[in-house]
């Protein structure tokens, strides 16, 4: 392994627009905050990739031997529809459609994001705070704020000072944005808003009458804003400047453009020293997403149970789909790209269950050494998983010469390759070996030996017999499905 010592770990820093050799606050330990989702719905595969994308990056810290405090929150208050300061808060909505009280939509779309993250098989956080847990150092920030001048109250409503701010500071600089700008194209309804600009944006928001979920505050009954929870979240949690700030493109402006601010305002010190931001999972060259409904559920996606797919795919097959693109790179979802990642990931598979009956022999044709320090190198050059996908692969070639005797590897050598393996394809890349699970293989050969009956029925013309290997199958919970490159089956 190689020592963190040497800081070979280089990362895209959003902030600088440029790749910088990552050295932490405090050596030896990474403060990492991640923003979570809010809980008003199921997540979607666009979320997991995001949070997939920032497992692995925290897979890979600790595997380089660093102590991370990864924190990552739950929004469940304060996120106003389309992102703005005026609209009702999605929780609210979603609770007055359904008729239930807010938390219970905060814990049902909690509990399901958990799921989801679980099966995916990514770590928790180790600290997973809420915004409506913090609404007393959200208080304190927002007044700290207007006591430094950089705030202002209007009837009951806080906001942060954008213009005055940008006086000795750059609000902008992560988006690459200026203010005159922003100013231009940031709408506002006439009447409709009590900012003394457009850019300004809320600390804290004074509730109407209707307004379901508000605390009581200096400027009475009110809810914080979404960008405050996490200045406050992250500092408390992390210090007042940290390692890492992540989330998905999208937030970058003006989400984390306004944690910046607030920070800056409140303590006079950059919060974030690298700011990382996940690209976007495509369906159809669209980016997936809840308010356009051009979504895939997790679920549609592991039962096939959606016209997109011809089958159902295993969570560890997904993940290794995602991880063969880079994560600041877009990914366009597909059954076909599914499909040939999952065969590729069967072949990895197969490939280390060889490797581990390979007889030793005196001497090695191939530099396991050298081998491994290009899949930490592709590591280190700002987490680039596909490169490391592809030395996994020139070692799965290695293995099948070696089985063909063409090539050979000392004891020694072999056991290198098979730790190394390990360490990358399980801990860090964060698979699981699928095709150990006996049952399930088994499993597939007999419903394999079904559809093979079945195609011998269909072209016998025995349609009946056809027929009813198709629906004795579904009867138990297996479904088949016909598609162009054959009958592939879920199981409910
Ligand atoms: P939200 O719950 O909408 O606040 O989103 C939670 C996280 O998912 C944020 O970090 C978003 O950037 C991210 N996200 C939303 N849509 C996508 C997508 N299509 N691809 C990747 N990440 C996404
Ligand atoms: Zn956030």
Not at 178 to 189: A, K, V, Y
Not at 190 to 208: R, T, V
Not at 329 to 344: I, P, R
Not at 413 to 431: A, M, R, S
């Amino acid at each position: 392994m190689t020592s963190i010592k040497e800081n070979k770990l280089s990362v895209y820093n959003s902030l600088s627009r440029s790749k910088e050799l990552f050295v932490p606050v405090v050596k030896d330990h990474v403060g990492m905050y991640v923003c979570g989702p809010t809980v008003y719905s199921n997540v979607h595969l666009g979320n997991a990739r995001t949070f997939i994308s920032f497992d692995m990056i925290y897979r890979y810290l600790k595997h380089l031997g660093y102590k991370v405090r990864y924190v990552r929150n739950i929004t469940d208050a304060g996120h106003l529809e389309d992102d703005s300061d005026d609209g009702e808060d999605k929780i609210s909505i979603k609770a007055r459609l359904e008729k239930l009280e807010p938390m219970q939509i905060v814990q049902q779309y909690t509990v399901d994001f958990h799921n989801v993250l679980r099966l995916f098989n990514n770590y928790p956080p180790d600290i997973e705070p809420t915004a409506t847990g913090h609404i007393v150092e959200q208080i304190k920030m927002a007044k700290t704020i207007l006591e430094n001048g950089l705030a202002y109250e209007v009837n009951g409503s806080i906001y942060f000072d954008v213009e005055k701010y940008n006086k000795d500071n750059h609000y902008g600089k992560l988006s690459g944005r200026n203010i005159d700008e922003l100013h231009s194209n940031t709408r506002t309804l006439e009447g409709q808003s009590d900012k003394k600009n457009p850019q300004d944006f809320a600390l804290w928001k004074k509730a109407s009458p209707t307004h379901l979920q508000f605390w009581d505050s200096p400027w009475g009954d009110g809810f914080p804003g979404w960008h405050l929870e996490c200045s406050v979240m992250s500092t408390k949690y992390l210090g007042d400047q940290f390692d890492i700030h992540g989330g998905g493109m999208d937030l970058k402006f003006p989400h984390h453009e306004c944690e910046i601010a607030q920070n800056k305002a409140a303590n006079g010190k950059e919060p974030v020293k690298y700011w990382l931001h996940a690209n976007m999972l495509t369906l159809n060259g669209k980016r997936m997403s809840k308010s356009t409904g051009n979504t895939l559920n997790p679920d549609e996606l592991f039962s096939g149970d959606t016209p997109l797919l011809e089958k159902g795919f295993h969570p560890t097959a997904v993940r290794f789909f995602m991880m063969q693109a880079h994560y600041r790179s877009v990914l366009d979802f597909s059954n076909d790209a599914l499909a040939a990642s999952e065969k590729g990931f069967q072949r990895l598979m197969n490939g280390m269950k060889v490797l581990k009956t390979l007889e030793a022999k005196k001497t090695s044709t191939f530099d396991v050494k050298e081998w491994i320090e290009k899949c930490y190198s592709a590591m280190d050059d700002d987490f680039n998983t596909p490169i490391l996908i592809s030395h996994l692969f020139d070692a799965m070639k290695i293995v099948n010469q070696v089985a063909d005797n063409k090539a050979s590897l000392t004891k020694d050598d072999l056991e290198l390759l098979i730790k190394t393996l390990n360490d990358f394809v399980f801990e860090v890349l964060g698979l699981e070996d699928i095709s150990i699970d006996n049952s399930s293989d088994k499993l597939s050969g007999v419903v394999n030996m079904l559809i093979q009956m079945r195609n011998d029925a269909r072209n016998d013309k025995n349609w009946s017999l056809s027929d009813e290997i198709r629906d004795k199958l579904k009867d138990i919970g297996i479904q088949l499905k016909d598609g162009k490159d054959g009958t592939s089956f879920s199981v409910e």
